[in-house]
């Protein structure tokens, strides 16, 4: 059971286009909200993070949305770059105390030039 | 700074053969982790350890053992391999829940076949 629902699977964007990323979850324990991007035959890095108690967060061109009552949050890359191009994953913290995180299933982005 | 390093890069198995997978950081970090990452499955958590001689079962602990006898390292062992263990796995670390709450580490990941 898929503790973080990601959609869409994939993503074909224009250069200068928005790409947008949705997450949802049910779980009420979640403390923490990062996005990680990773690039082929490489590990996920950490892009982007929130907390439940802030209704966006904004960083350069990347934007998090976070909507607490619908247990929803969003990636928003503005102005698209062919750089961009890369698999992205949302994922929730559980507030054990060990910084453990659940991942959505993945969204990979094309940015065509 | 090397970060995280695992080692092998690549690895074939058959059926029933056994294998550690070793995780190394340079980062004095807490926390390990290990991932197993799937097609349509996102990363899964394994096991995981909050400090040196401690692990924990992660979400699909079945089928993998794990030890932390030093701060720096994570092994990662697969005791009889099945074709369903065919995956990549990432080793991950993590200084604490408080510094950086949500932000892994994480290496290049393992390509592991069992045939």
């Known amino acids: 059971q898929q503790q973080v629902k990601q959609s869409p699977q994939s993503l074909i964007v224009q250069k200068g286009g928005i790409s947008i990323i949705n997450c949802a979850y049910e779980?009420?324990?979640?403390?923490?909200f990062p996005w990680y991007q990773q690039f082929p035959g490489k590990g996920p890095a950490l892009l982007i993070a929130i907390r439940p108690d802030v209704s966006e967060k904004k960083e350069g061109r990347f934007t998090i949305s976070f909507n607490k009552s619908a247990k929803q949050f969003s990636l928003h890359i503005m102005d698209s770059q062919p750089g961009d191009s890369a698999t992205y994953f949302c994922a929730a913290r559980v507030e054990t105390g060990a910084n453990n995180l659940f991942f959505g299933t993945g969204t990979r982005l094309t940015v065509i030039p | 700074n090397a970060g995280v390093t695992q080692t092998p890069k690549f690895r074939v198995l058959k059926t029933g053969q056994s294998m550690t997978l070793l995780c190394a950081q340079d980062m004095n970090h807490e926390y390990m982790y290990w991932y197993r990452q799937d097609p349509g499955m996102g990363l899964r958590l394994i096991h995981y350890?909050?400090?040196?001689?401690?692990?924990a079962k992660g979400e699909v602990p079945d089928g993998y053992n794990v030890s932390r006898l030093k701060k720096q390292n994570f092994l990662l062992g697969l005791e009889s391999a099945a074709p369903s263990q065919t995956s990549v796995y990432f080793c991950?670390?993590?200084?604490?829940?408080?510094?950086?709450?949500?932000?892994?580490?994480f290496g290049e990941g393992s390509r592991l076949t069992v045939l």
């Open positions: 350890s909050v400090g040196e001689g401690t692990t």
């Open positions: 779980n009420t324990a979640f403390d923490y």
């Open positions: 991950a670390s993590s200084p604490d829940f408080l510094t950086s709450p949500g932000e892994l580490f």
